[in-house]
């Protein structure tokens, strides 16, 4: 994007200085003003104070050439055809012809209307347009986004059609067969496929996006890290629970061949013995409860990390 471009949003308001030294105050930026056929700025209105409060001074048009930008301030440089009718002479407009085109309706060529002419994007140097965004009212462009269209769909004012057009002070308003003249600023059809930026749905597609990266990044792997360590724990009880089982196995095993020593081949149940009664066994086997317990030690210790 070239250095020389600047917007209408970023102009007005600004104070205008002026004078031999340019240091005098003239006043604001207040409206801007376009060429009637061609599509580019061709100045600028300031809005002078009022002299002592009450009187109104008459707004004064300075040319898009007819002036610098000194630390954040318009000065307007001391020269015949910066300002009035000197300035209209070097730009050679009609001053009565020149049109004030924010706030005018955006239509198509079809008759499809898009908003109103928002802020304008232009040189500095020769005032030509570079976008154009579409302002569909402050709830609508939060709701819907905005357009910026650029120069190259931009066919320019067009008379006939859209909204009663507004004359710069000092020109007179046109009428045509005793009625007031209509303007808007023609675009091609090409401009309804724009996409609109700053709608709340790509803000929250922008959000989820955002939100889904997140979650890629720090969520996924927390939980894959959880349920690897989980999946240990599991192993580790798993085992620790199969370690308990063989050693019941063996202690069994163990108790069974030392029994079948002392009995002999021959030997018989001691007299207090009773039918369907257990012996007691020399080691004492695990529980199922102390399987468990085993297991769940284990499955603690992987779970925070404990070897």
Known sequence: MSENLITTDALRGVRVLGGKKGTKHIGKVRRFVFHPRERRVVGFIVKRPDLLWMFRRKDLFVSVNGYDIVDGRIVVRNA???????????????WDSCVLWEGLPLITESGE?????????FDRETGAIARVKADAGATANTLLGTRLIPSSLVRGFRRGIGAVLAAPEGAEAEQDDGQVVRGAVLVAD???????????????????????????????PAVSKAAKTAGEAVNKGAKATGKRITETKDAFVEFKEEYDKARGPKAKAAPSA???TAPVASSKPVSRKNMFAAFKEEYDKARHGDE
């Open 80 to 94: 015949p055809d910066a300002c009035d009718k000197g300035a209209c002479k070097a730009l050679g407009i009609d």
């Open 274 to 276: 009773q039918k369907g």
């Open 113 to 121: 209307v898009l908003g109103t002419v928002g802020t304008v994007e």
């Open 190 to 220: 090409e401009a309804l496929d724009l996409a609109a930026e700053g709608s709340v749905a790509e803000k929250a597609g922008r959000a989820t996006a955002i939100a889904a990266d997140k979650v890629n990044r720090t969520v996924k």
